[in-house]
């Protein structure tokens, strides 16, 4: 079993940043691919990017390439989600996730979701 905990929502003026933070507990938090999604009033839950177990494989989603940037440190069991020139339409709850391979990630074959975190952006 692994647990997921996010934290660092908010509110945000456009423009600005945030940083959300995925606390994983588990004896094997570390050997999953991790991710975040996000799900705005009356849309469905999207993609928005992930990295595979050991770090170096990254994917994002093509509305927020070149302003997230996600990491991971396997050590602290933690996921980042660097938010930088936020835009109204990132707007959402956001929700850290976890899958056996980042292909499955990024297809939604997740074994494991957090509660979700509200991101509100201001324009």
């Known amino acids: 079993q692994v647990q997921l905990v996010e934290s660092g929502g908010g509110l945000v003026q456009a423009g600005g940043s945030l940083r959300l933070s995925c606390a994983a507990s588990?004896?094997?938090?570390?050997?999953?691919?991790m991710g975040w999604f996000r799900q705005a009033p009356g849309k469905e839950r999207e993609f928005v990017c992930g990295?595979?177990?050991?770090?170096?494989?990254?994917y994002y989603a093509d509305a927020v390439k070149g302003r997230f940037t996600i990491s991971r440190d396997n050590a602290k069991n933690t996921v980042y989600l660097q938010m930088n020139t936020a835009k109204p339409e990132d707007t959402a709850v956001y929700y850290c996730?976890?899958?056996?391979?980042?292909?499955?990630?990024?297809?939604?074959?997740?074994?494991?979701w957090g509660q979700g975190t509200q991101v509100t952006v201001s324009s």
């Open positions: 588990g004896r094997t938090a570390s050997n999953y691919a």
């Open positions: 996730a976890a899958a056996r391979t980042i292909v499955a990630l990024k297809a939604g074959a997740i074994e494991y």
């Open positions: 990295i595979s177990w050991s770090g170096p494989v990254r």
